[in-house]
C-alpha cells in the first residue's frame, strides 16, 4: 500500500481476513476502524477502539511528538512516516508495552462510497505487525556481533607476551571491534586502595584530550565515580548523559571533548577486580542490555586470561632466578685463557634446565672447570644440578683432584637419591694450572661427552677417558689424563645438545659439526667461539619441530 493508493471497495470482511492488525483513523485523532486482528495482537475489542484517540494505543512519553506530527500532516499533507515502515512501542489492552512495525499510508481522494464498511473520516491507515521475531531475531544478531568482537579482542590479547602487554592492547582491541570512540584503563593500588589511571586510548584523529588528562589527575575510591562504582559493586554500569551525571566527576571534560555516552565494566580475575575498563562514544547512543551481559562475561573471560599471563610471567621469572643460580653471574678472569660460554634452555615452559658450568679459583692459584648435565627438566633436575655443582666445590676447594671431585658428587646422588625416575649426571671436571707456556689440564669424565681440542695448527681431537655417570652405582673410579693446552690451541667443553642436534631429516649435529664449527671459528676469541658454535647448532636445526635438548658450551682458549 503506498501513500497515494486508493482503497476501492474496503470491506469489514477483506479486511477482518488479514493477519495483520489495520487502524483507520480520521482527522480529529479518533480510531473510525479497526479489524479483528487488533484483538490478536494488543488485546483490543474492534467494537471497543472505535472513537478512542489514536494515542491510548502509544505510551505516554510519545504522545506528545505524535499530536504535534499529525498536526503539521493535516494542514501540510506531509508527514514523516507516511509510506514507510517504523519500529514503535504500542500499547495492549492491559497496558504493556509491545514492539510493533508500523506502515501509515495517506487514504487520498476517497469518497465515502469507496470507503466502504470502514466509514467516512478517515484520513490515515496503519497496518502493525507484531515486531517481537525481528527484535528477538536482531538481538540473537547483535549478541553474535558483541561475542565475535569479544572474540576478536581475546584473541588479538593472546599474542601478548606479558600481562603488561596485554593492558597496553585492551583498550584499542575494545574500542575497534565495539566501535567507541575513547576509552581509559583504571587499576586498584595495592598501597593505596584507589583507582589510579593506567592507559588511555582514543580513535585515530580523534583525540579525547581534556578527559584523558583530568583522567590521569584523579585517584578513586571505591563508589566514587563512574570507575569506583563499577569497582565498588563489580557490575557494569552506564552513563547514558555524560555532560548531566551527578556522579560522572569529569563532565567538563567530556562535554570540552564532544563525548556524550559512557560505560564501564570490571575485568575480574581470582576473586578479584583486576582493572575497571571504560568505554566513550560521542553519539548519543544508547547501552542494550545484550552489550553489558557480553561485557560482563568477557571482562571475566579477559581477567581469567590476564591472570594466566600474570602467573607465567611470574613463573617465568621465577625459572630465570633459579636458573641464573644454577650458572655463574659471568666468567672470572684466568690468568693465560680467555673464557667463552653460551647457555640455552630447552624445555619450553619448564622451570629450569639441567644443564650447568663453573669456573672456581682455588687457593693455590689454580682453578676447576665444571660442565654437567643432570637427566630430565624441572624443579628435580634442578635440585639436581645444584647439589652437583655445590659438592663439586667444597670438594675442589678443599684439595680435590677432578677424579676425587667426580667420586665425591656421584656419592652424594646417590645418598641423595629418591624414589622415582633415576636422576642420573653427566659430567665432566678440569684443574687448571696456567704456567708461563700455556696451561696445563688434568680432566675427568663421567659419561660425559668428551672435551674437543683445537690446536694451534687446526687439528681437532677429543681428549679425556670415558667415565661412567653419575649417580647410577657407588663402585666406579674415574681416571684422570693430563693435557696441555699451548698458545693457540683452544678447548671446548660442551653438553649433549650440541653433537646430538637433529636436522628436519633427523641427522645429528655430532662430533664433526662441532669441528667445523670450530674450525671456523678459528682466529676468534673464546666468546665469540661459543657464539659461533652456538649458531651453528641453530642452523643445523633449521626450522625442526619440537623443543630441542638444553645446550651449554664452555670454551677456553689458551
Not at 88 to 115: F, H, K, M, Y
Not at 170 to 176: A, D, H, N, Q, T
Not at 210 to 236: M, Y
Not at 343 to 371: H, S
Request: net charge negative; proline share 6%; hydrophobic share 45%.
Amino acid at each position: 500500500m503506498t501513500p497515494e493508493t486508493p482503497l476501492p471497495g474496503l470491506s469489514n470482511g477483506l479486511l477482518d481476513g488479514l493477519p495483520d492488525a489495520v487502524i483507520v483513523a480520521g482527522d480529529d485523532g479518533l480510531i473510525r476502524y479497526t479489524n479483528a486482528a487488533v484483538t490478536t495482537l494488543l488485546g483490543h475489542h474492534p467494537d471497543g477502539l472505535r472513537g478512542r484517540p489514536l494515542t491510548d494505543l502509544m505510551p505516554e512519553r510519545f504522545r506528545s511528538a505524535h499530536d504535534s506530527g499529525f498536526a503539521r500532516f493535516l494542514s501540510t499533507g506531509h508527514g514523516e512516516l507516511i509510506g514507510a515502515t517504523t519500529r514503535v512501542a504500542a500499547l495492549t489492552a492491559a497496558g504493556a508495552e509491545l514492539a510493533v512495525d508500523l506502515t501509515l499510508s495517506r487514504l487520498a481522494g476517497l469518497t465515502p462510497g469507496e470507503l466502504g464498511d470502514i466509514g467516512t473520516g478517515g484520513v490515515v491507515v496503519g497496518v502493525l505487525r507484531d515486531a517481537g521475531p525481528a527484535v528477538l531475531l536482531e538481538r540473537q544478531l547483535q549478541v553474535s556481533r558483541y561475542l565475535a568482537a569479544t572474540l576478536r579482542v581475546t584473541a588479538a590479547l593472546a599474542d601478548a607476551p606479558d600481562a603488561e602487554a596485554a593492558f597496553a592492547g585492551l583498550l584499542p582491541s575494545l574500542c575497534e571491534h565495539l566501535d567507541w570512540d575513547a576509552a581509559v584503563l583504571w587499576q586498584p593500588g595495592a598501597r593505596t586502595g584507589r583507582l589510579t589511571c593506567v592507559g588511555t586510548w582514543h580513535a585515530p584523529g580523534r583525540p579525547a584530550t581534556e578527559l584523558n588528562i583530568q583522567s590521569r589527575t584523579l585517584t578513586l575510591a571505591p563508589g566514587e565515580g563512574l570507575p569506583g562504582r563499577v569497582w565498588e559493586s563489580r557490575k557494569a554500569v552506564v552513563a547514558l548523559n555524560l555532560w548531566t551525571a551527578p556522579d560522572f566527576l569529569r563532565a567538563s571534560a567530556a562535554g570540552a571533548d564532544g563525548v556524550r555516552t559512557g560505560l564501564a565494566f570490571p575485568v575480574l580475575g581470582d576473586g578479584e577486580v583486576l582493572a575497571v575498563c571504560e568505554l566513550f562514544s560521542r553519539d548519543d547512543r544508547t547501552v542494550p542490555p545484550e552489550l553489558l551481559a557480553v561485557l560482563a562475561g568477557a571482562g571475566r573471560q579477559i581477567g581469567q586470561f590476564l591472570d594466566r599471563l600474570r602467573a607465567e610471567t611470574q613463573f617465568r621469572a621465577l625459572a630465570d632466578t633459579l636458573q641464573r643460580s644454577l650458572l655463574p653471574a659471568r666468567l672470572p678472569t684466568v690468568p693465560g685463557l680467555q673464557l667463552g660460554s653460551r647457555y640455552q634452555a630447552g624445555g619450553e615452559g619448564v622451570l629450569a634446565g639441567g644443564d650447568t658450568y663453573d669456573v672456581l679459583p682455588l687457593a693455590d692459584g689454580r682453578w676447576m672447570a665444571l660442565i654437567a648435565d643432570v637427566c630430565g627438566l624441572g624443579a628435580e633436575a634442578a635440585a639436581v644440578t645444584a647439589l652437583t655443582r655445590h659438592t663439586a666445590r667444597a670438594v675442589a676447594v678443599s684439595g680435590g683432584s677432578p677424579g676425587q671431585v667426580l667420586t665425591a658428587v656421584n656419592a652424594a646422588l646417590l645418598q641423595e637419591a629418591t624414589p622415582g625416575p633415576l636422576r642420573f649426571v653427566t659430567a665432566c671436571c678440569l684443574l687448571l694450572e696456567p704456567g708461563p707456556a700455556g696451561v696445563r689440564v688434568r680432566l675427568s669424565v663421567a659419561g660425559h661427552p668428551l672435551p674437543m681440542l683445537r690446536t694451534a695448527d687446526g687439528a681437532c681431537t677429543e681428549v679425556g677417558t670415558p667415565g661412567r655417570a653419575l649417580g647410577i652405582t657407588a663402585e666406579v673410579t674415574y681416571p684422570e689424563v693430563d693435557v696441555d693446552l699451548a698458545r693457540g690451541a683452544t678447548l671446548v667443553l660442551y653438553t649433549d645438545g650440541v653433537t646430538e642436534a637433529r636436522d628436519t631429516a633427523g641427522v645429528q649435529f655430532d662430533e664433526a659439526g662441532l669441528c667445523a664449527a670450530l674450525t671456523g671459528a678459528a682466529g676468534l676469541s673464546a666468546q665469540s667461539t661459543a657464539e659461533a658454535i652456538e649458531e651453528a647448532v641453530a642452523r643445523h636445526r633449521g626450522h625442526r619441530c619440537g623443543a630441542a635438548d638444553d645446550l651449554a658450551v664452555l670454551v677456553l682458549s689458551c
